[in-house]
């Protein structure tokens, strides 16, 4: 089997970090009980870490490895997407019931990447499971279409150059595939829905 170096790099870094912004978390919190420290300085101090603690997690899932066989819990899912809605411009509804394999969350969790960078004032992102199809559909003000960046995903041999904030445009191709998944894009005035089966 052929390790992608990518996502283990990916893992490494996220899981090389996680504990140390735990315990920065555990040690402003200590110094919350310990002092009467409740100023803006504190309350900034602690707001960054849970947004870093919440981003590190949602990394993870989206750019860690992610073996046929492993599966990741509706609960795990449901914390990480509401520790990352209280500090980002997105709501999430995950409309999944039960646990699933960690590359189809995977695949949903770039894909969520794809739609902040078509909203970037925010909105609303829905996921839905139907047996083995997984339609995802993200609605807001200020859409901000990029046809041929969105035509990447589906059609990766037209060689677009990705930039650094789009690397989960360049990333998902590839996950699809090892996950012999294909998917659908289609934009309808401020919604864009994606699927893939």
Known sequence: MRNDIAALVGS???????????????????????????????????ESVENANARIRFFRVAFGAASADQIIGRTEVLSILSATAKSGRFTYYWQVDNDHARRDVRIAFLLLQCFETAFPVGGDITTIQDADTWTLTAHGDRMNYDENLWDSLTRP?????????????????????????TLNIAVTGDQITATFK
């Open 12 to 46: 490494r870094i996220c899981h090389d970090l996680i504990s140390p912004i735990g315990a920065i978390g555990n040690g402003v919190e200590l110094i919350g009980l310990t002092e009467s420290t409740s100023g803006p300085e504190m309350a900034l101090i602690s």
């Open 157 to 181: 041999r037209l060689g677009y150059e990705h930039s650094a904030a789009e690397v989960q445009f360049a990333l998902l191709p590839i996950v699809l595939q090892e996950a012999r998944r």
